[in-house]
């Protein structure tokens, strides 16, 4: 997300190093392009404004005229009043009151709220709470049923909603079921229409009205840009909303929707869908993604993503196999899994400072297919030769080869670079035996 918007501004950041001391001109001709650069991401022309006026009245000042890296200072200017634009701090879910608390879930057909709330449902179960998921969608009978199958994979449970029943009457029934039974978090799945229209707004009024949310957030679909806003402030005139879920971020590279929401509704963005799986759902952490913005990288996110896909007693487990030397291809293996549930190549990368700014990294866009590709090798080998590769000569490269779709220049691409890895480990690990390893497992695959 926000590729162009990135770039754009790490061209106009370079010119302004070149200039070494600035002038007020300078700093000017810099801001005129940051203002194109924004408005063709497709934030919203007031905002704009407002963001571009904000910079020029603290750049053109002491602060960057006198400075020995003026450059370095304008950066940090654009990043702390992008960071204030996005709403400063990261906001809460507000879970207080008497349980059970309900999060009312409202949008557009074809936002993805009923995944949305499949994942919410997930991260609340992840923190200890016990939700309870209530499809409230009868005007598309496909949407009850794919809740319920969400909330199979998921382990939690599900009102039995029927597609003659009342919406309204659903999540009355629901809440009352959820009180009863001890759930502590109610996710209401409401229906939504192809553009807001009255009998909808009084359907989700009549079931705030009943339900009393905590929570009424909005999904959106930040791929359709300057209309999710505008769908926002309409749902907030009428419903007045408690925040923003911005879907499909992942695949919206202007990013003007996530840029303009805060400012526009007065409302806060709360989380980024960024994928389809289950686990894509992220916290909005307005500084993080002004970070990620200006091409410095979001560690944090990097980090906690770690935290939560890799286990404390394999990473222990396997750091004592390398120490031993014995790491197979199936421990290979093991660690390209953990790292696809993180995300994709391109994401993760993205999170590491600098590295979203080279050329090389840019043209090459890493191939997720390749990953895949190394597993299914894997996988069509026998036990015996994941855990001795040296044993696979040319029939058994012939055969994995035909087994996982590959060529046999593919196995044996793999092959040499596993061997490679095993040989540095073994470097690593060679003089630092009674020491801790000098990486963790997963960090260096």
């Known amino acids: 997300m926000f590729d162009r918007l990135s770039d754009k501004l790490a061209g106009v950041f370079k010119k302004l190093k070149g200039h070494g001391k600035l002038t007020e001109a300078q700093v000017e001709e810099a801001l005129r392009e940051v203002r194109l650069a924004l408005l063709e991401a497709d934030v919203h022309y007031k905002v704009t404004k407002g963001f571009i006026e904000s910079i020029k009245a603290r750049a053109v000042g002491e602060e960057v005229m006198r400075s020995l890296t003026p450059a370095q200072q304008v950066v940090k200017i654009v990043h702390e009043e992008l960071t204030r634009l996005l709403g400063g701090e990261s906001p809460r879910l507000d879970l207080g009151g008497k349980p059970p608390v309900a999060i009312m879930l409202v949008g557009l057909q074809g936002s993805g709220k009923t995944t949305t709330a499949g994942k919410l449902a997930r991260r609340l179960k992840s923190q200890g709470r016990q939700p309870y998921l209530v499809p409230a969608d009868v005007q598309r009978p496909a949407a009850i049923e794919q809740l319920k199958r969400l909330a199979g994979d998921l382990g939690v449970d599900v009102y039995p909603s ?8 659903i999540a009355v029934l629901a809440m009352e079921a959820a ?13 939504g229409r192809l553009h807001i229209d009255a009998p909808l707004m009084d359907e989700l009024k009549a079931i705030r009205a009943k339900t009393e949310p905590n929570e009424i957030l ?23 909303l408690t925040g923003v879920i911005l879907t499909k971020m992942e ?11 805060r400012a526009v509704i007065g409302q806060p963005i709360k989380f980024l869908g960024v994928g389809e799986k289950l686990d894509a759902l992220e916290v909005f952490h307005p500084d993080r993604l002004s970070s990620r913005i200006l091409g410095m990288g979001d560690v944090l996110t990097l980090i906690e993503k770690a935290q939560e896909t890799f286990d404390a007693a394999q990473a222990q487990a396997l750091e004592k196999k390398l120490r031993k030397e014995g790491f197979t291809l199936e421990d290979f293996r093991d660690q390209l899994r953990q790292i696809k549930k993180m995300g994709t190549m391109e994401q993760l990368l993205g999170m590491i400072p600098g590295l979203g700014k080279l050329k090389a990294l840019k043209d090459m866009k890493p191939d997720d297919r390749e990953l895949k590709r190394v597993e299914a090798i894997i996988n069509s080998m026998t036990p015996k030769e994941r855990a001795d590769h040296l044993i696979i000569n040319g029939s058994r490269r012939r055969r994995i080869a035909l087994g996982s779709g590959t060529s046999v220049q593919d196995v044996n691409r793999l092959l040499k670079n596993f061997a490679t890895t095993q040989k540095m480990i073994k470097q690593m690990t060679q003089g630092g035996k009674k020491g801790k390893l000098p990486f963790m497992p997963g960090k260096f695959f």
């Open 162 to 169: 029927q597609t003659n029943q009342n919406p309204v009457d």
């Open 179 to 191: 009180y009863t039974a001890g759930y502590d978090t109610v996710i209401l799945d409401t229906a």
């Open 218 to 240: 909005l999904v959106a679909d930040a791929m359709t840009g300057q209309d999710a806003v505008q769908v926002a402030q309409k749902f907030h005139d009428l419903l007045r």
């Open 251 to 261: 695949g919206d590279a202007r990013g003007g929707a996530a840029l303009s929401m």
